[in-house]
């Protein structure tokens, strides 16, 4: 069976080292290149699968150049690529601009590419899903199915959207980002952010980056600060915070150890150029772990 079924975007990323944003018609050099398959779901997928765990990707990718290689690189990392859909609209590319301070802009491109049906898939069920709700449809079904099998599922809930709204309330375990907290509640105080996130799930993960994260379940909250690193390029780190996330509930591993060890994947893939490359393997997160 596997751990964790990852629904969601998939993108080819080319991101580029710069020592500050560029000024209104300026043109600069790069410091750095680095071209890589990326998209929340399906780098969660890869983080997992560097974490030794098992990981399926459902998500589409065109019959382009940026999609046959965003699909071989998803082979070469172990990742069940049979969910993964393909046609003739564009693989979606991102162009990512990251900054000394470890800050990014990035630039998505999808074009008309559509959202595939609810019914594209009907998949054994996994111990896990994990959903970014950039493919709502055929999110919102899997999460039913989910649902009624006991198998726990997670949104890394990245900003508002269609997707993000459907799904918010039904998963089992909302994990959202500071700037999802700010615009679905409109407070600039996390913890009022939290309360306002309780009335919509009982189980709310805030992260705040360097800041660390805030979290509410089961009647509880507290806080867990960021793990030391230096930060070269943030672009992934959600990604991977919420790939390990799912992984760990995949495997019934204790909260807090669950919110460790999330936070380490995170904080490591700050540390490197890029998102897939810096996905961290076991090995470095257990060292971070026990450092910190």
């Known amino acids: 069976m596997t751990d964790v079924l990852c629904v969601g975007h998939a993108a080819f990323d080319i991101t580029m080292a710069v020592t500050r ?47 046959d290689a965003h699909l071989a690189e998803l082979r070469r990392e172990g990742v069940d690529v049979s969910p993964v859909v393909r046609g003739g609209h564009p693989t979606p590319v991102s162009q990512i601009l990251a900054k000394p301070d470890g800050a990014r802009s990035v630039v998505n491109f999808r074009g008309r590419t559509p959202h595939l049906p609810a019914d594209v898939l009907r998949p054994a069920m996994p111990k896990a899903m994990l959903f970014d709700g950039h493919e709502p449809l055929v999110s919102e079904a899997l999460c039913h199915q989910a649902g009624k099998a006991g198998v726990p599922t997670v949104l890394d809930a990245g900003s508002v959207h269609t997707g993000t709204r459907r799904l918010a ?124």
């Open 169 to 292: 309330p039904v998963v089992d375990v909302l994990a959202a980002s500071e700037k999802f907290a700010r615009q679905w509640s409109g407070e600039t105080d996390m913890e009022k952010a939290l309360d306002r996130l309780l009335g919509v799930n009982a189980c709310v993960v805030i992260t705040l980056g360097e800041r660390g994260l805030l979290w509410a379940r089961d009647g509880e909250r507290g806080t867990l600060p960021a793990f030391g690193v230096q930060a070269v390029d943030s672009t992934g780190a959600g990604d991977a915070f919420h790939g390990a996330l799912a992984l760990a509930m995949a495997r019934g591993t204790d909260w807090q150890q669950t919110l460790r060890l999330a936070s380490a994947t995170g904080a490591l893939t700050c540390t490197r150029l890029g998102a897939r490359a810096a996905l961290p393997d076991l090995r470095a997160v257990e060292t971070l772990l026990r450092r910190q």
């Open 21 to 67: 944003h560029p000024s209104a018609d300026e043109k600069m050099q790069a410091d750095a290149l680095d071209l890589a398959g990326g998209g929340p779901a399906a780098n969660a997928a890869v983080q997992i699968a560097r974490l030794g765990g098992s990981a399926a990707f459902c998500g589409y990718l065109g019959r382009d150049i940026f999609g």
